[in-house]
């Protein structure tokens, strides 16, 4: 994983080089099972990591890729006005642009009230549908709840497993007609996903609620982007549907299986359900040559040296976008002992061990931002500054530029919590939160220059 400190993105550039199990074809997703610490100090219980990587495959050709049935679901209250629908109107276009008659595609725009501006149809006349998105004007306030439901309505009218089914929400200000509570919002994606849905959110400007488009589109499998600048719509806009277009595996269920006596503490990042010794979790995509992970932490009894012991079983079951099966994948993790310190720091597994310093400090990063608005920024301010140290020390151990950067980001951080900054600054927490924990590889592209 790869931080940009400047705009809070991150990519996925992390490969585990130490896996107990891989399994890799040219039209399989490859799976490795890997421990942060492959040996741990013998008589000691400790914790450690277990990181499920996935790693999506190459798709072989551009006119076989997987066909998209895409609802844009568009911001057209009063405050988009100017420069906004403009940038708005003009990203939505050249989305469609993009698109093939194999594709099918749906235009909804919200102000108080929902329009149905393009039914769901095949994409047989570009022109026509980029003429309609053209002649969206603002006006009228936000009925978000009822237009991202109108956007999974005409989705439903072609709902295919064999298409990736996805509502693309654009919105700049808060929802204030119909339910608005993140809570509520939430449920709704989690609603979308049992149905194959997801839904990526796209936040602009200053004034939406970062947490109800987190809520949605965490809940559904989706991404979500803060775009400070409307000039960045189109650069978004491109990113969004590079990765709609690259999907090669959907319906992606992790079981964990961890061996008795080894304790799963929790999954970080992810949500996931820990049934007694069971794991279960999942992802809604994954993207052709990305790779996105589950890292659990684990409490392992001590052991004699020399001991062998295993941790976890895993298997994973996924929809194959380009064979139309149903894979299923399984590897397994164990851990050896030593009296030795040099022999088992020796042998971490630093990628490992970073993935999971990464995830456990975001986690401290998200209770920052509940202090900070509860109004204890002093106490806000204290645990951003040692999440610094501690991804400092493990930067320093690891020799890793990327905890080197979240290290400066979280100081950074630490000094814009005061009021006057404290708006833009939450969204950017939330924002580089959510990229952490689900590996999101939208980048915050450049602004175009004034008058383009």
């Known amino acids: 994983m790869r931080w940009i400190s400047r705009t809070l993105a991150a990519v996925v550039a992390v490969t585990v080089s130490v896996s107990v199990s891989t399994v890799s074809y040219a039209s399989q ?10 040996i741990l100090k013998s008589d000691q219980q400790q914790t450690a990591f277990l990181k499920v990587g996935l ?24 405050s988009m006005n100017g420069r906004k629908i403009e940038e708005a109107r003009q990203a939505a276009i050249q989305a469609i642009r993009r698109l093939d008659a194999n594709d099918i595609v749906s235009v909804i725009v919200y102000d108080s009230t929902v329009e149905v501006l393009v039914p769901a149809t095949k994409l047989t006349d570009k022109d026509a549908v980029c003429r309609k998105i053209a002649s969206v004007q603002p006006g009228g ?34 929802a204030n007609i119909g339910p608005s509570a993140p ?32 809520h949605l ?26 990765t709609v277009l690259s999907v ?24 996931a359900e820990i049934n007694g010794q069971q794991v279960v979790t999942s992802l809604a995509q994954l993207y052709s040559e990305q790779e996105k992970f589950v890292v659990l932490e684990v409490e392992v009894p001590a052991s004699p040296e020399g001991n062998v012991r295993d941790v976890a079983q895993v298997s994973v079951d996924y929809d194959n976008m380009l064979t139309h ?61 040692s999440n610094a140290d501690y991804l400092k020390k493990y930067a320093v151990e690891l020799n890793s530029r990327e905890l080197g950067l979240a290290c400066e980001l979280n100081g950074a951080q630490s000094k814009n919590l005061d009021a006057a900054d404290w708006q833009r600054g939450r969204k950017l927490m939330r924002f580089g939160q959510y990229q952490t924990d689900t590996q999101q590889i939208l980048q915050v592209p450049e602004s175009k220059p004034s008058g383009q």
Do not use: C, W
């Not at 978004?236 to 549907?241: G, I, L, P, S, T």
């Not at 040099?342 to 975001?362: D, I, K, Q, T």
């Open 55 to 78: 790693s999506g495959f190459k798709m072989p050709a551009a006119n076989r890729r997987v066909p998209v049935n895409v609802a844009l679901v568009l911001d057209k209250s009063g």
């Open 141 to 174: 306030r936000t009925a978000l709840f009822a237009g991202v439901s109108k956007g999974a309505a005409e989705i439903r009218k072609f709902l295919d497993s064999e298409r990736v089914n996805r509502i693309v929400l654009l919105s700049d200000g808060l």
């Open 217 to 242: 589109a965490s809940h559904s499998g989706g991404n979500h982007v803060f775009i400070e600048d409307e000039t960045q719509l189109a650069g978004f806009f491109k990113q969004e549907f590079d």
């Open 325 to 385: 099966r149903t894979d299923r994948l399984s590897g397994k993790a164990s851990v050896n002992f030593s009296s030795s310190d040099a022999v088992v720091s020796s042998n971490l597994n630093a990628e490992v061990l970073e993935a999971g310093v990464l995830l456990f400090a975001n986690e401290r990063n998200k209770l920052a931002t509940v202090l900070r608005d509860k109004g204890d920024i002093d106490a806000a301010r204290r645990l951003l500054l």
């Open 183 to 214: 809570s509520e919002l939430g449920s709704l994606g989690s609603s979308f996903k049992k149905e194959g849905i997801s839904v990526t959110t796209m936040g602009l400007g200053l004034d939406y609620n970062e947490d109800l488009m987190v």
């Open 29 to 38: 997703v490859g799976l490795s099972v890997a421990m942060s610490n492959p």
């Open 248 to 271: 090669v595996a959907q319906e992606v269920a992790i079981t964990i299986d961890v061996a008795k006596g080894i304790r799963p503490v929790r999954v970080m990042g992810n949500q």
